[in-house]
């Protein structure tokens, strides 16, 4: 089916809000959206203007040639790290420049990038718990603590996603998660499990830092997206005192 101009340009429209709210929920920076969202619109010889905040999206896509303009803003879900959306999108966006993808196959690429299953969740919460084991072996601990570490964060990590599933505040997802695994670790501190039970302590809260937010927050200040840059800051920012609230709790509890 052939479509008007106006058709055309509202679908293309709504396919970049999409494209956009996609990267930003998935963690790109603010750079990686714009370049990206701009790339599909001049595939179709269009123009694209965005205004990108943390928690919405607003797109103005034009064409000099037939004067025609459309405007539309989207509010963008709660943030969750996905890179396979993130480079997924991009190869996409390469794809409708170089091979003159049409419209319908960009969305359908959009639908099978968001049907994209995630890992089994016990494969990450292994993979996950292995790592923070694995930190506290860097930091110098001894099996004892590496197995402290490891219940520690798996215990955690499962508690988060319980919580986030039932759609608690993201903070004090966080916090929680942090008071968990602070307990468990705390606990062998306690009763002195171990030869250096507090490296266990130090490393079972070590898969809640915002690593993600820190360094799109200073990817936005270097490209000069100032306000970007100070909000994702931020969120780092409260993110890591909800850690040292949970790690906090768990000293006074011990007295340690």
């Given at each position: 089916?052939?479509?008007?101009?106006?058709?055309?340009?509202?679908?293309?429209?709504?396919?970049?809000?999409?494209?956009?709210?996609?990267?930003?929920?998935?963690?790109?920076?603010?750079?990686?959206?714009r370049?990206?969202?701009?790339?599909?619109?001049?595939?179709?010889?269009?123009?694209?203007?965005?205004?990108?905040?943390?928690r919405?999206?607003?797109?103005?896509?034009?064409?000099?040639?037939?004067?025609?303009?459309?405007?539309?803003?989207?509010q963008?879900?709660?943030?969750?790290?996905?890179?396979?959306?993130?480079?997924?999108?991009?190869?996409?966006?390469?794809?409708?420049?170089?091979?003159?993808?049409?419209?319908?196959?960009?969305?359908?690429?959009?639908?099978?990038?968001?049907?994209?299953?995630h890992?089994?969740?016990?494969?990450?919460?292994?993979?996950?718990?292995?790592?923070?084991?694995?930190?506290?072996?860097?930091?110098?601990?001894?099996?004892?603590?590496?197995l402290?570490?490891?219940?520690?964060?798996?215990?955690?990590?499962?508690?988060r996603?319980?919580?986030?599933?039932r759609?608690?505040?993201?903070?004090?997802?966080?916090?929680?998660?942090?008071?968990?695994s602070?307990?468990?670790?705390?606990?062998?501190?306690?009763?002195?499990?171990?030869?250096?039970?507090?490296?266990?302590?130090?490393?079972?809260v070590?898969?809640?830092?915002?690593?993600?937010?820190?360094?799109?927050?200073?990817?936005?200040?270097?490209?000069?997206?100032?306000?970007?840059?100070?909000v994702?800051?931020i969120?780092?920012?409260?993110?890591?005192?909800?850690?040292?609230?949970?790690?906090?709790?768990?000293?006074?509890?011990?007295n340690?």
């Amino acid at each position: 089916m052939v479509l008007s101009e106006k058709d055309k340009i509202n679908k293309l429209c709504n396919i970049l809000l999409e494209v956009g709210s996609l990267l930003m929920e998935a963690g790109a920076n603010t750079f990686r959206i714009r370049v990206t969202v701009m790339r599909i619109a001049s595939a179709f010889d269009y123009h694209a203007e965005l205004l990108i905040t943390h928690r919405a999206l607003m797109v103005t896509v034009s064409n000099e040639k037939s004067n025609q303009f459309f405007s539309r803003l989207m509010q963008t879900s709660p943030h969750r790290v996905n890179f396979r959306i993130v480079s997924g999108l991009s190869r996409m966006s390469w794809h409708a420049v170089e091979e003159k993808w049409d419209l319908e196959m960009i969305n359908q690429e959009i639908e099978r990038l968001k049907s994209v299953p995630h890992y089994p969740r016990m494969v990450t919460l292994l993979m996950v718990a292995l790592a923070g084991a694995s930190f506290c072996r860097l930091f110098g601990g001894e099996t004892i603590e590496m197995l402290v570490a490891f219940t520690a964060t798996f215990v955690g990590l499962f508690i988060r996603q319980e919580v986030t599933k039932r759609d608690f505040n993201p903070y004090l997802c966080i916090f929680s998660a942090a008071f968990v695994s602070s307990m468990i670790s705390g606990l062998a501190v306690y009763l002195h499990i171990g030869p250096n039970p507090e490296y266990a302590f130090a490393t079972s809260v070590l898969y809640l830092i915002p690593g993600i937010p820190l360094i799109n927050s200073l990817l936005d200040f270097l490209d000069g997206n100032i306000i970007n840059g100070i909000v994702r800051g931020i969120n780092g920012l409260i993110i890591t005192f909800s850690i040292a609230l949970g790690l906090l709790g768990a000293i006074l509890i011990y007295n340690i």
